[in-house]
């Protein structure tokens, strides 16, 4: 087997210190040291989510958290409105109306983000949206919506929830919480957070709380009130994933040593390094609108007579490197490199390198070195500092 690079959008490689810490002896999930764990990564937390607000831990993955975030804070038939760049957009209308809300949904091409007239009309001529949700980092497309436009139009209106799902972003693209008053992140452990999957976290505001306190929808394990009273008491209300939870706490001890705002930095530099590598290959093309590209996912366009699921397969088999598929209705189309946590400079080499080794061995020409060079370029200048 060759050496393994994973460069998917989640789950993230897990660097070795954080990976140790699940090795450590079991402990009572009702003692003081449990307690002091909880406590500890939540304060962690709060500083990554930049914000003031309640900060839940709860034992699942992301859509975990996506599922809390409408169940907690609305009641059956009231209206909301969901931003759809994607799967995750699409996957935040589908569990809304699951739970039987009214939803209206606004959606764009693949490789779009939303548009701030867009929303501003439609919150306009829907007058009784009491939310609206809205995907931080559409991993499907690679779309980052600038939630300072759009959160800014959903306030406007100071009594409306805004719900963001930052699975794909947080910690590693700046979300502000307080500053752009949201009401609810949601996010997970296995992304920028260089831990393994089992994590959901999700932010509460005063006012989230307030709808809380008149939400009527059906919950039982997403109770995010209950989990809130035992918070307190520095417990969870169910079993908690106790060795996720330790290395969760180191992951976020050693992203805030670094500086978040440095690992803001590095992941921009690496997604422009990925695009320009693209561009400068000619023959593939970048599928998200340049306004909106994405630092922690980049999905390629491969050139039209090369499956890109072949492409894939190609090099994970010769180079060891583990590239994403399409999800939806890119399925087959595109390929989807994932630069977000635990990832390198070196480590983009490697895969922009393994794709242009294996486009030439497919039948594309003259392609050796032209997407590395750019790439070098933009990580010199980096490491100039
Ligand atoms: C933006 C976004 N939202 C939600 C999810 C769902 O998270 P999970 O797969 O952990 O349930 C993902 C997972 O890839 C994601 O990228």
Same mark, same amino acid.
């Given at each position: 087997m060759p050496?393994?690079?994973?460069?998917?959008?989640g789950p993230t490689p897990v660097p070795q210190d954080v990976l140790l810490e699940?090795?450590?002896?079991? &402990?009572?999930?009702?003692?003081?040291?449990? @307690?002091?764990l909880l406590k500890s990564s939540t304060e962690l937390l709060k500083k990554i989510f930049k914000t003031n607000n309640d900060v $839940? =831990?709860? /034992?699942?993955s992301g859509t975990g958290g996506m599922e809390a975030a409408v169940v907690n804070f609305f009641s059956q038939g009231e209206e909301v409105l969901v931003g759809i760049c994607g799967v995750f957009g699409e996957r935040f209308a589908k569990i809304c109306k699951a739970y039987g809300l009214n939803v209206k949904t606004i959606e764009t091409e693949p490789g779009k983000g939303i548009e701030p007239e867009t929303?501003?009309? %439609? $919150?306009? +001529?829907?007058?009784? =949206?009491?939310?609206?949700?809205?995907?931080?980092?559409?991993t499907s /497309?690679? %779309? /980052?919506?600038n939630l300072r436009e759009l959160a800014y139009i959903v306030k406007e209106k100071p009594e409306?929830?805004?719900? %963001?799902?930052? %699975?794909? @972003?947080?910690?590693? &693209?700046? $979300?502000?919480t307080d500053e752009l008053k949201i009401d609810v992140v949601v996010t997970a452990s296995q992304k920028a957070l260089e831990t393994p999957p089992g994590l959901a976290m999700i932010s509460v505001s005063e006012l989230a709380w307030n709808y809380n306190e008149k939400a009527n929808l059906p919950r039982f394990y997403f109770d995010l009130k209950q989990a809130k009273k035992f918070l307190n008491e520095g417990a969870t209300p169910f079993t908690p994933a106790v060795s996720i939870l330790f290395a969760l706490r180191k992951a976020l001890e050693n992203i805030l040593n670094r500086g978040l705002e440095n690992n803001f930095k590095r992941h921009m530099v690496l997604g422009k390094a990925v695009r320009e590598a693209i561009k400068a290959l000619g023959v593939t093309r970048l599928l998200a609108d340049e306004r909106w590209a994405s630092d922690t996912v980049t999905p390629v366009v491969p050139p039209e007579n090369v499956n890109p699921d072949e492409l894939r397969k190609y090099i994970r088999n010769k180079f060891g490197v583990v590239l994403a598929g399409g999800q939806g209705g890119l399925k087959g189309? =595109?390929?989807? &490199?994932?630069?977000?946590?635990?990832v390198e400079p070196t480590d983009i080499?490697?895969? =922009?390198? @393994? &794709?242009?080794?294996?486009? +030439?061995n497919l039948g594309c020409k003259g392609l050796r070195g032209k997407g590395v060079q750019v790439a070098e370029e933009i990580f010199q200048e980096y490491y100039k500092d």
């Amino acid at each position: 087997m060759p050496k393994n690079y994973l460069l998917i959008p989640g789950p993230t490689p897990v660097p070795q210190d954080v990976l140790l810490e699940m090795a450590r002896e079991m &402990i009572n999930h009702r003692g003081a040291e449990f @307690s002091n764990l909880l406590k500890s990564s939540t304060e962690l937390l709060k500083k990554i989510f930049k914000t003031n607000n309640d900060v $839940l =831990i709860l /034992t699942a993955s992301g859509t975990g958290g996506m599922e809390a975030a409408v169940v907690n804070f609305f009641s059956q038939g009231e209206e909301v409105l969901v931003g759809i760049c994607g799967v995750f957009g699409e996957r935040f209308a589908k569990i809304c109306k699951a739970y039987g809300l009214n939803v209206k949904t606004i959606e764009t091409e693949p490789g779009k983000g939303i548009e701030p007239e867009t929303l501003e009309k %439609v $919150l306009k +001529e829907n007058p009784n =949206i009491k939310g609206v949700f809205l995907t931080h980092n559409e991993t499907s /497309t690679g %779309v /980052t919506n600038n939630l300072r436009e759009l959160a800014y139009i959903v306030k406007e209106k100071p009594e409306r929830l805004l719900i %963001v799902d930052a %699975v794909s @972003s947080l910690g590693a &693209i700046d $979300l502000p919480t307080d500053e752009l008053k949201i009401d609810v992140v949601v996010t997970a452990s296995q992304k920028a957070l260089e831990t393994p999957p089992g994590l959901a976290m999700i932010s509460v505001s005063e006012l989230a709380w307030n709808y809380n306190e008149k939400a009527n929808l059906p919950r039982f394990y997403f109770d995010l009130k209950q989990a809130k009273k035992f918070l307190n008491e520095g417990a969870t209300p169910f079993t908690p994933a106790v060795s996720i939870l330790f290395a969760l706490r180191k992951a976020l001890e050693n992203i805030l040593n670094r500086g978040l705002e440095n690992n803001f930095k590095r992941h921009m530099v690496l997604g422009k390094a990925v695009r320009e590598a693209i561009k400068a290959l000619g023959v593939t093309r970048l599928l998200a609108d340049e306004r909106w590209a994405s630092d922690t996912v980049t999905p390629v366009v491969p050139p039209e007579n090369v499956n890109p699921d072949e492409l894939r397969k190609y090099i994970r088999n010769k180079f060891g490197v583990v590239l994403a598929g399409g999800q939806g209705g890119l399925k087959g189309k =595109i390929f989807r &490199i994932g630069h977000v946590g635990y990832v390198e400079p070196t480590d983009i080499l490697v895969a =922009i390198s @393994s &794709i242009e080794i294996a486009l +030439e061995n497919l039948g594309c020409k003259g392609l050796r070195g032209k997407g590395v060079q750019v790439a070098e370029e933009i990580f010199q200048e980096y490491y100039k500092d």
